[in-house]
């Protein structure tokens, strides 16, 4: 074998064994030096939790005078193989609810194995009207393009006269 074959297959070998190694993607809040597990009930409120670790991933959809409002910080890592769907490999969600006076009162982790499967119905929602083919889409529209607009001229009678 010459020099030149030996480095194909070498480069060809190194090609394929990269595309089998996982690039892993992280996804949603990225924990600096903080980590929202670190949030402690007893001293932090929403102005000390917004400092350190930022806008949440979320907030509770409630007004601020409700008993239960809570910020969400999620954590997701993707794991993909080449050309292949990327899986989840690991989330991390935690809530840190807060009383009405902005005081920090629970902080809750949950992890994967906290989640549950949700099945989504397939029906359809019925709409009005009729439902056109791609043709009928594509020439639909033939003739009914007004062309003083896509040439800029305007007709006799229009706008004080005159092409």
Same mark, same amino acid.
């Given at each position: 074998?010459?020099?030149?074959?030996?480095?194909?297959?070498?480069?060809?070998?190194?090609?394929?064994?990269?595309?089998?190694?996982?690039?892993?993607?992280?996804?949603?809040?990225?924990?600096?030096?903080?980590?929202?597990?670190?949030?402690?009930?007893?001293?932090?409120?929403?102005?000390?939790?917004?400092?350190?670790?930022?806008?949440?991933?979320?907030?509770? %959809?409630?007004?601020? !005078?409700?008993?239960?409002?809570?910020?969400?910080?999620? *954590?997701?890592? /993707?794991?993909?193989?080449?050309? +292949?769907?990327?899986?989840?490999?690991?989330?991390?969600?935690?809530?840190?609810?807060?009383?009405?006076?902005?005081?920090?009162?629970?902080?809750?982790?949950?992890?994967?194995?906290?989640?549950?499967?949700?099945?989504?119905?397939?029906?359809?929602?019925? %709409?009005?009207?009729? !439902?056109?083919?791609?043709?009928?889409?594509?020439?639909? *529209?033939?003739? /009914?393009?007004?062309?003083?607009? +896509?040439?800029?001229?305007?007709?006799?009678?229009?706008?004080?006269?005159?092409?």
């Amino acid at each position: 074998m010459n020099t030149s074959t030996k480095i194909s297959i070498l480069l060809s070998a190194a090609l394929l064994t990269t595309a089998c190694n996982p690039i892993l993607r992280t996804h949603g809040y990225v924990p600096t030096s903080e980590k929202p597990q670190a949030v402690n009930p007893d001293t932090d409120t929403k102005s000390s939790v917004l400092s350190r670790l930022g806008n949440p991933s979320v907030k509770s %959809t409630f007004d601020e !005078e409700i008993e239960d409002d809570v910020w969400y910080y999620v *954590t997701s890592v /993707r794991q993909r193989y080449a050309y +292949l769907r990327p899986q989840i490999e690991d989330r991390t969600v935690t809530a840190i609810h807060f009383n009405p006076d902005g005081q920090v009162t629970k902080v809750a982790e949950y992890g994967m194995e906290d989640g549950i499967p949700v099945n989504y119905v397939d029906r359809k929602t019925p %709409t009005r009207g009729r !439902e056109l083919s791609a043709l009928e889409q594509v020439f639909g *529209t033939i003739g /009914r393009l007004p062309t003083d607009r +896509l040439t800029g001229q305007t007709t006799g009678g229009q706008n004080g006269g005159g092409p």
